[in-house]
């Protein structure tokens, strides 16, 4: 079978000395992505079956693998939807739940999916074992003494404004139909992110208008946090002088060995006023503009001085 002829080779030297940012340059890393390549085709060719014994494989161990929480996910949706297998949907994401490396937002994802799941089974009657009622997505739950869930995490709807357009009637696209009074009344075709940029420009007089999706926020994040992200002093993150963030940026250890620098700026970043804010940005931005880091969009805005809006924005809406 394939993964009897893909073995993983979880060498002593490769794997538990070295730091999980660094598993990627092993050749077991690769080995897990190259199956991880094979589970792709094999969803895209409907061979679920097979699919779910190659995720099972890959997660059978926990060394050479950096999105496990992904991995899970994908098992747990196969053996849900597409299998109709529920029972094992549910032993599979009881197992993940008790996974060390998971990370928060992917708890919440399949505690989700188990409490859809348990629903389902007990208004068909498929569920046979345990009770299905009282699980919540925000429980805390205890097995065999260890936490599988996150702590009460209460969850803020985000603000909703509607709005009104007209849309073009000769375009079968999505296009809206942009009056310009400054222009005797000429129109314009745009899609809804420009109508709704032209609203909070005309309608509500917002001084700055930027369609990024997350990039504002990716960006302002590089921008604060820039002395962190690229700190001295910390073994084995860079390997090169071309890389736009440390290796362990997007993993637990990125925090773990920068705690006291990232507390004392969220400790400083809490108390500052907007001016202080936008100095910093600025003081950033004077020096490292057009420097590759990730997540930051250096055309995002078209001038310092729009960053310094959106923070004053921000500050705003947060107060």
């Not at 009282?134 to 805390?140: I, L, M, N, R």
């Not at 700026?265 to 600025?282: H, I, P, T, Y």
Request: charged fraction near 20%; proline fraction near 4%.
């Amino acid at each position: 079978s394939l993964t009897s002829s893909l073995p993983f080779t979880i060498a002593a030297q490769d794997g538990p000395l070295l730091p999980r940012f660094l598993l990627p340059f092993t050749a077991g890393y690769v080995n897990a992505h190259t199956l991880g390549l094979c589970v792709d085709h094999f969803e895209k060719s409907g061979r679920y079956q097979e699919a779910c014994s190659l995720l099972k494989h890959i997660l059978s161990q926990d060394v050479f693998t950096s999105h496990r929480g992904k991995l899970w996910e994908r098992l747990a949706l196969n053996l849900d939807q597409h299998l109709d297998r529920k029972e094992e949907c549910l032993d599979a994401v009881t197992k993940a739940l008790q996974d060390p490396h998971l990370r928060p937002h992917t708890r919440l994802t399949l505690l989700q999916r188990r409490q859809r799941v348990t629903r389902m089974a007990a208004v068909v009657g498929k569920r046979k074992r345990g009770s299905t009622t009282g699980v919540c997505p925000y429980e805390e739950e205890e097995e065999g003494g260890n936490t599988l869930v996150i702590s009460e995490m209460p969850l803020h709807n985000a603000p909703e404004v509607f709005i009104q357009g007209k849309l073009c009637s000769s375009s079968s696209a999505a296009l809206f139909v942009v009056s310009n009074q400054a222009m005797s009344g000429s129109h314009t075709i745009t899609r809804v992110e420009g109508y709704a940029s032209h609203h909070y420009a005309t309608q509500d007089g917002w001084p700055c208008i930027v369609h990024g999706e997350g990039s504002v926020f990716t960006t302002l994040f590089g921008l604060l946090m820039w002395d962190i992200i690229f700190a001295p002093g910390i073994d084995d993150v860079f390997r090169s002088p071309f890389q736009g963030a440390p290796l362990d940026l997007f993993t637990s250890e990125f925090s773990m060995r920068r705690k006291e620098l990232i507390e004392a700026r969220l400790d400083w970043m809490r108390g500052a006023k907007v001016e202080e804010l936008q100095s910093e940005v600025e003081r950033i931005w004077n020096a490292h503009c057009g420097k590759a880091c990730v997540g930051v969009n250096w055309e995002l805005f078209a001038t310092q001085d729009d960053t310094k809006v959106c923070l004053s924005v921000q500050s705003a809406h947060t107060n």
